[in-house]
């Protein structure tokens, strides 16, 4: 298997990633055949899932201008994946020219390619780190550097909880996370679910199976399930809804029906 020149050393290209199946999902080109054979494998299942990760993002693009006009010029995104156009520090420095923005990612591909996209940047950046270790991403040089947590801050936590097992317990890591931030902060927030998916639960189970056998375990979560998440955070309207749902810029009756799996919210931290 040939490796890419801009792939980097240190990583196996035999084995799948979730940020680069992602970004084939999106049209990017930064992955490689062993992503893309995943991604048809679950696509033969869901055929939406590039429309659920088109809604996705334009989901994220609307809340960070949101975010934008109420004020806020921080966004700390964690589980960024491979820039594509369209990204946050695009959105939020096009409303708010000095707004400032840290990504998290531990794709090396994903860090690498950031850091790329981002060189001259002098408000924007990016950290190699996990999730699920929460105070090494608040410890960080960038964060130090580029986002001052006694002032609010939008943290996106966009289609990466569902990657997070019950095991990790992802609700008292968004604590943690949510205990280091300035009242008035949003937290922006996608999560897979089977609701709202236009096909049968065992249909769309046999997609799920496929990142279970890349060792990339997807964890659908009930309303309910992803609620919880939001502890702390008064709702802004319209609530934990559909992504296409959340204050669309289209007419809903215009959008695929893919584009209504899963949930999407914004809280506001009181």
């Known amino acids: 298997m040939e490796r890419p020149a801009w792939a980097p050393r240190n990583i196996d290209i035999s084995v799948p990633s979730v940020s680069r199946i992602y970004d084939y999902y999106l049209g990017g080109s930064y992955n490689f055949e062993v992503d893309r054979q995943a991604a048809r494998r679950a696509m033969e299942f869901m055929p939406g899932l590039p429309k659920i990760m088109q809604a996705n993002r334009a989901f994220m693009r609307r809340a960070v201008r949101y975010a934008v006009a109420e004020g806020i010029t921080q966004f700390l995104d964690i589980g960024s994946g491979i820039p594509t156009f369209g990204n946050v520090h695009e959105v939020a420095q096009e409303a708010s020219p000095g707004a400032h923005v840290v990504y998290v990612d531990h794709d090396p591909v994903a860090v690498a390619h950031s850091q790329a996209v981002l060189e001259g940047n002098a408000y924007a950046d990016v950290v190699a780190a996990d999730l699920r270790k929460p105070a ?33 317990d992802p609700c008292r890591v968004v604590a943690q996370l949510r205990d280091a931030l300035a009242p008035g902060s949003l937290l922006v927030l996608t999560h897979a679910s089977y609701a709202g998916v236009p096909l049968p639960q065992e249909r769309a189970a046999g997609a799920i199976d496929v990142y279970k056998d890349i060792r990339n375990p997807l964890i659908m979560r009930s309303r309910d399930e992803v609620a919880r998440f939001f502890e702390g955070y008064d709702m802004v309207e319209p609530g934990l809804v559909p992504m296409a749902s959340w204050r669309p810029d289209t007419a809903p009756e215009d959008e695929d029906p893919y584009a209504f799996s899963g949930f999407a919210g914004v809280g506001r931290l009181a």
């Not at 040089?141 to 580029?146: F, G, I, P, S």
């Not at 986002?147 to 990466?160: C, F, G, T």
Request: hydrophobic letters at 60%; glycine letters at 0%; a negative charge.
């Open 136 to 168: 090494e991403i608040l410890r960080s040089a960038q964060v130090e550097r580029l986002i001052d947590l006694n002032r609010p801050v939008a943290l996106l936590l966009v289609a990466i909880l569902h990657f997070v097992e019950d095991a990790d």
